[in-house]
């Protein structure tokens, strides 16, 4: 008989599973606390932006073996159940915050039938999977849990579940490994990766490889910090050294830095996880990767300053994207959002564009100026940011702008604008970690 799965927490990462999921034929029920995601849901709406997942979504709705629900005895059927809840950053600190992770644990614990495998995709600190298993032990000796960290990308989320380039499970035996080749057989098929780790190493893998990637984009804005200095050109350096193949030329592109609900949180949850366990030293390089990061958006206002004058009140700022990243309306630590809220604190008058993030971008900031174009956000600017590298950005017709605009003055602040198209149109361009 065919297994049947369940999804705790349909946020990004469960709404995206649930799907996915389905969408290799499982019966699947996705539970969540929140009753207007699961009453959107269950109409084949999808509460974010991500593309592909809406079409899949509405798809696999329609086939009746994806349903929804608020009721957690809904799981009882169920003989895998996938916690996708979200960690957080704590409120008082670096660590991450368990709540959801162990209420989520707790409430299917007393509906889960023998022989149930409980299986943790949220990223925990080291040490979380273990603990969750011993108090199951005692709460539902019937069932077993496994961790299995989760790789996707937004804007790329379903891709990246349904052909991962690998499957990561840490278990504590034989049969819990063999439940989840059963579950993910189909992307095994497709010739994918399969490792099989304990439960600490794997929830290590995740954060130690969003440790790598957040390291990258600090090391290659140091890079620019220093290209600044010396009148080089980062975005030059990066392609010289990415052809070398052990370095690779992926997550070298210079700007303001990482953002997004995973990379910030995730570095810092390590630290204080690290510092618990009485190793501190090993990832204090964390602290200055986070620190360059955080500088960088420190460098954008500085040119920004630079360009008009340290009193900021009499002019009007253009911002060109608000979400942390292109094709996604996420705004959860945005470094294009935390620098047009600080140009506004410090006196400008900043006006907003993003394609799809606006409205998340209200919520979090409802003070700031919002355009439902990208003409009415730079009519009259005194200098446009480029913040969120979107393709639309990408192919403005910098000649037609400059038609609107008071100052032709652009800084793009994630190095993707052609310089040479905006320079021949008249605009004065600055770019982070290039120096002419
Ligand atoms: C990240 C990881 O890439 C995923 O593998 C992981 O599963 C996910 O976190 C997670 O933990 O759930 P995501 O947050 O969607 O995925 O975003 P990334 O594509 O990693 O980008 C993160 C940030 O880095 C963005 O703000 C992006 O603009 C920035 N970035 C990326 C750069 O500044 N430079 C680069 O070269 C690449």
């Not at 630079?306 to 942390?324: N, P, Q, R």
């Not at 032709?408 to 600055?430: E, Q, T």
Request: hydrophobic share 45%; net charge negative; aromatic share 6%.
């Amino acid at each position: 008989m065919a297994l049947k799965l369940s999804v705790v927490g349909c946020g990004y990462l469960g709404a995206t599973h649930a799907a996915c999921m389905s969408s290799l034929g499982f019966e699947v029920i996705g539970v969540d606390t929140d009753p207007e995601k699961i009453a959107m849901l269950s109409k084949g709406e999808l509460p974010f932006y991500e593309p592909g997942l809406d079409t899949l979504l509405a798809s696999e709705i329609k086939t009746g073996r994806l349903t929804f629900t608020t009721d957690f005895s809904a799981v009882a059927d169920a003989d895998v159940h996938f916690i996708c809840v979200g960690t957080p950053q704590s409120k008082d600190g670096l660590a991450a915050d368990l709540t959801y992770v162990k209420s989520a644990v707790q409430g299917i614990a007393p509906h889960l039938k023998k022989g149930s495998l409980v299986v943790g995709k949220s990223t925990v600190p080291v040490g979380t999977a273990q603990g969750l298993r011993e108090q199951l032990a005692q709460s539902a000796p019937q069932a077993d849990l496994a961790w299995n960290p989760e790789f996707l990308r937004e804007g790329f989320a379903v891709e990246d579940t349904l052909t991962p380039n690998r499957l990561v499970v840490g278990v504590a035996n034989d049969r819990a490994e063999e439940i989840l080749k059963e579950v993910y057989k189909p992307i095994i098929d497709l010739g994918t990766p399969w490792i099989r780790a304990d439960l600490p190493t794997s929830e290590l893998v995740k954060v130690a490889a969003n440790s790598f990637l957040a390291t990258k984009i600090s090391f290659i804005n140091a890079m620019a910090e220093v290209c600044e200095a010396a009148g080089g050109d980062v975005t030059v350096l990066a392609k010289a050294i990415g052809y070398d193949p052990r370095i690779g030329n992926r997550f070298l592109q210079a700007g303001i830095g990482f953002g997004g609900g995973c990379l910030p949180k995730d570095i810092r949850a390590f630290m204080a996880r690290a510092e618990e366990l009485g190793a501190k030293q090993a990832l204090e390089f964390l602290r200055e990767i986070d620190a360059i990061n955080l500088r960088a958006r420190q460098r954008v206002i500085d040119v920004v300053r630079a360009e008009l004058t340290d009193d900021l009140t009499s002019y009007k700022i253009a911002v060109l994207g608000a979400a942390f990243k292109p094709d996604s309306d996420d705004v959860r630590d945005s470094p294009a959002l935390d620098i047009a809220a600080q140009l506004q604190a410090a006196g400008a008058s900043v006006v907003v564009h993003d394609p799809k993030a606006i409205e998340n971008a209200r919520k979090r900031f409802p003070k700031l100026g919002f355009a439902a174009n990208v003409q009415e956000c730079v009519k009259d600017s005194d200098l446009i940011l480029h913040l969120t590298e979107w393709r639309e950005y990408r192919e403005l017709d910098p000649n037609a702008l400059a038609a609107l605009v008071k100052k032709k003055i652009v800084i793009d602040g994630r190095n993707a604008l052609d310089r040479d198209k905006w320079r021949s149109a008249g605009w004065k361009f600055h770019a982070l970690g290039r120096s002419d």
